[in-house]
Each structure stands twice: as structure tokens, then as C-alpha cells.
């Protein structure tokens, strides 16, 4: 079965802290890697990541994919109190185009 | 439209009862998807419509669950006979072709109480 495996779930930093959130797979047929933050309750597309993509920067946010790890890590720094969200990460599921496969998210709260 | 429409924000419902669930997709959007996100889960799909293709339902949890796409826009997610454990956040997306590849875009959702 496929897995997708966030952690921490949980994570509480001050302002200016930099994090990292984790993110490990097992599908077969990776095709592609997408993290969301969900604010409330509409995910917001951050980053994806493929083979031929597999370092995204934005920001202060970025992402690496170590495809021969099978995980991905978020990393933000100098985190913002508005940087306070759930950050999802989700994998293509194999043998599908268009359907992903979510992990549970990562509770991000940053305190002034 | 500029975004992803969902309608209701909020339904609280008795057990027993059917309720629906409406998605308005981006304009232009061929594609759109429902998951839904319960209490401490990830997201979990649930259908998919794309076109005038058939749509891939293998995400429904049970027959009380049904899903149309009128005219290629508007869906409509349809749970009868809700008992609690549907209780959730009901996620609409949509996006540009068939495949992540091209990113979704997604709705604020609805979240449905049943009790």
C-alpha cells in the first residue's frame, strides 16, 4: 500500500527559528511530490517536485527531493507568525496521472 | 470564476439525513476532484471527472456516496442516509488538464457535521 509519512506532526517555534518538515514515500512509479499549506481549510500549492525538478525555492521557503531516500524536507527560515499552518505533503499515486496520495500534515505554529 | 467555489462553508446535519455538497470549478478547469480530510487524516480522494470522460469513482467509501458533474462545470457531491463517521471536510479541486502534473486548485471546502 502506498504511504506517505509527515513528521513532526506537530512543531512549535518562535518567530526568526528556521524549520525543516519531513517528508518520506513509498509508491511505486514516483512520478511527482507536492506540497500544500493549508491555512484554515483551503491547501495552498507550494512546490512541486519531479525527476527533473528536484530543488524549489521561493522565498523563504524551500524544498529538496532526494529521490534515492525516497523523502522530501520543507525547509523555511526566519518563519513568520503567518507561516502558522498545516503543511501537507502528497505524492503521485502510481498508475494514476492525476490522483495523489496526502500524508497527514505537519502542524506548524509560530509564536511572536 | 477567480477561484474554486464551495457551497456550503458549513453543514450540520442529523443522522439519517442526505446532503449535497456543490463545487463551482475555475473556469476553464476540464478537471475536477473531490477529497475528503477527516479529523487528524489526510486528504483522501475520493472521485475525479475530467471531460466528458467516465468518471473514476474509486475513492467513494460506500454506495451512499454519488457524485455528478453537470455540463462539464458544476459538481455535485451527494451523501445519503450520513451517519457520523462521515463527518469531515469535504475538499473540491480543480485544475487546467487531467494530470498533477498540473497542479490543483482547490476550494475552502465544506465542513460537514453529522450528529
Known amino acids: 500500500e502506498d504511504k506517505v509519512v509527515q513528521s513532526p506532526l506537530s512543531l512549535v517555534v518562535h518567530e526568526g527559528d528556521t524549520v525543516t518538515l519531513n517528508c518520506s514515500y513509498e509508491?511505486?512509479?514516483?512520478?511527482?511530490l507536492l506540497w500544500y499549506k493549508q491555512e484554515k481549510k483551503a491547501p495552498t500549492f507550494l512546490f512541486m517536485l519531479?525527476?527533473?525538478?528536484i530543488e524549489k525555492k521561493s522565498g523563504r521557503l524551500s524544498s529538496i527531493l532526494d529521490k534515492k531516500e525516497l523523502s522530501s524536507i520543507l525547509n523555511i527560515t526566519a518563519t513568520q507568525t503567518g507561516d502558522s499552518a498545516i503543511y501537507l505533503c502528497?505524492?503521485?499515486?502510481?498508475?494514476?496521472?492525476?490522483?495523489?496520495?496526502f500524508g497527514k500534515g505537519t502542524l506548524l505554529t509560530v509564536n511572536p | 470564476g477567480a477561484g474554486v467555489s464551495q457551497s456550503p462553508s458549513n453543514k450540520v446535519t442529523e443522522k439519517g439525513k442526505d446532503v449535497e455538497l456543490r463545487c463551482d470549478p475555475i473556469?476553464?478547469?476540464?478537471?475536477l476532484y473531490w477529497y475528503r480530510q477527516s479529523l487528524g487524516q489526510g486528504l483522501e480522494f475520493l472521485i475525479y471527472?475530467?471531460?466528458?470522460?467516465?468518471?473514476?469513482k474509486s475513492g467513494l467509501p460506500s454506495d451512499r456516496f454519488s457524485a455528478e458533474r453537470t455540463g462539464g462545470s458544476v459538481s455535485t457531491l451527494t451523501i445519503q442516509r450520513t451517519q457520523q463517521e462521515d463527518s469531515a471536510v469535504y475538499l473540491c479541486?480543480?485544475?487546467?488538464?487531467?494530470?498533477?502534473?498540473?497542479?490543483?486548485?482547490f476550494g475552502s471546502g465544506t465542513r460537514l457535521t453529522v450528529v
Open positions: 502528497a505524492v503521485g499515486a502510481p498508475g494514476s496521472n492525476y490522483k495523489l496520495t
Open positions: 473556469s476553464g478547469h476540464t478537471a
Open positions: 471527472f475530467q471531460g466528458n470522460s467516465a468518471p473514476d
Open positions: 509508491v511505486t512509479n514516483f512520478r511527482s
Open positions: 479541486a480543480s485544475s487546467w488538464g487531467g494530470t498533477v502534473l498540473y497542479g490543483y486548485t
Open positions: 519531479t525527476s527533473s525538478g
